[in-house]
């Protein structure tokens, strides 16, 4: 069955710190890869997503993701946090096969620091 | 509607008890997703609805757990004879086509006492 891992699930970084959050996933076909983030008391908000073309792909608030497909990584990154970014932050895939559920990993809880 | 909504937004029920969650889809949306959220827990995927395929039911912990789509538009996920265990938040969410981006819900938060 398709799995998603994300390794780190909890981050805690100073302002101005880099960040990458690692997000592998099981399945070797197609795939639509997604970042989500959950603010504290928020819903679930779409950060980027990649369907296809070029394997760097940019979101919202300076967040950007890059697709490896020979590691089966999407790890998302942000050059410099911000106080602001304090969230619960869950890669997803859809993958091909039967059906298009999405499946998400487990979380990654970043605190940042002002 | 402007967003996917879901009700209650709160629940309090005994054990014991059945509960009705509603989820209504970003309008012309064809895909409708449920998922559960537990405290310190990532989402787990109950159940996938899909235009007028059969549903994929795979995600349902136990014969407890079902859900209907009528009309291809509004989703009620039903928890029968409810367990503390079932404590979580009942989060819906949508998209305009399969592998399309989805949108989520504020979530319905279950208390079981």
């Known amino acids: 069955a398709q799995s998603v891992s994300q390794h780190n699930h909890h981050v805690i970084l100073s302002e101005a710190a880099s960040l990458e959050l690692g997000c592998n996933y099981s399945?070797?076909?197609?795939?639509?890869l997604f970042w989500y983030v959950q603010y504290p008391g928020q819903h679930l908000q779409l950060l980027l997503k990649?369907?296809?073309?070029?394997?760097l792909v940019k979101g919202i608030k300076g967040f950007e993701a890059e697709f490896i497909k020979s590691k089966f990584s999407f790890n998302l990154r942000k050059p410099s946090v911000q106080w602001s970014d304090t969230a619960e932050y869950f890669c997803a895939v859809i993958s091909g096969g039967n059906t298009d559920k999405l499946i998400f990993g487990t979380g990654t809880r970043l605190q940042v620091f002002p | 509607g402007a967003g996917v909504s879901q009700s209650p937004s709160n629940k309090v029920t005994e054990k014991g008890k059945d509960v009705e969650l509603r989820c209504d889809p970003i309008s012309g949306h064809t895909a409708l997703y449920w998922y559960r959220q537990s405290l310190g827990q990532g989402l787990e995927f109950l159940i996938y609805f899909q235009g007028n395929s059969a549903p994929d039911k795979s995600g349902l912990p136990s014969d407890r757990f079902s859900a209907e789509r009528t009309g291809g538009s509004v989703s009620t996920l039903t928890i029968q004879r409810t367990q503390q265990e079932d404590s979580a938040v009942y989060l819906c969410?949508?998209?305009?086509?399969?592998?399309?981006?989805?949108?989520f819900g504020e979530g319905s938060w279950l208390t079981v006492v």
């Open positions: 990649y369907f296809s073309g070029d394997p």
């Open positions: 969410a949508s998209s305009l086509y399969n592998r399309g981006t989805i949108y």
């Open positions: 399945y070797g076909g197609t795939v639509n």
